[in-house]
């Protein structure tokens, strides 16, 4: 399984940014997509949550403002990140769990730096 990230950069607070993450070798539209984020020195958190039959789940700190989506045809998942405040800058990782008979298996991306200035 392989998680490709793109759409990080620097952004100043108030402004947007888009992440996507392009999965192969799964069956993506079997797959619950997140996406987590990491900040220097915190541990990692779980940002949005989409499952199979797209209903999603938000970090009390990002709803409002962030949006998760999946487009199974192309097998990729977005965050669409609205009114950026400087405490979102972190590392921002995409993981699919993968449905299997001993319980879901998880993957990982290498993920996308998010920087937002003031």
């Known amino acids: 399984v392989q998680l490709v990230e793109s759409g990080g950069g620097v952004v100043q607070a108030g402004g947007s940014l888009r992440l996507s993450c392009a999965s192969s070798g799964t069956i993506f539209s079997r797959n619950t997509m997140s996406w987590y984020r990491q900040a220097p020195g915190k541990q990692r958190e779980l940002v949005a949550e989409i499952q199979t039959g797209g209903s999603t789940n938000y970090a009390d700190s990002v709803k409002g403002r962030f949006t998760i989506s999946r487009d199974d045809v192309k097998e990729t998942l977005y965050l669409q990140m609205d009114s950026l405040k400087v405490e979102d800058t972190a590392v921002y990782f995409c993981?699919?769990?993968?449905?299997?008979?001993?319980?879901?298996?998880?993957?990982w991306g290498q993920g996308t730096q998010v920087t937002v200035s003031s």
């Open positions: 993981v699919a769990d993968e449905p299997a008979r001993g319980g879901p298996l998880t993957f």
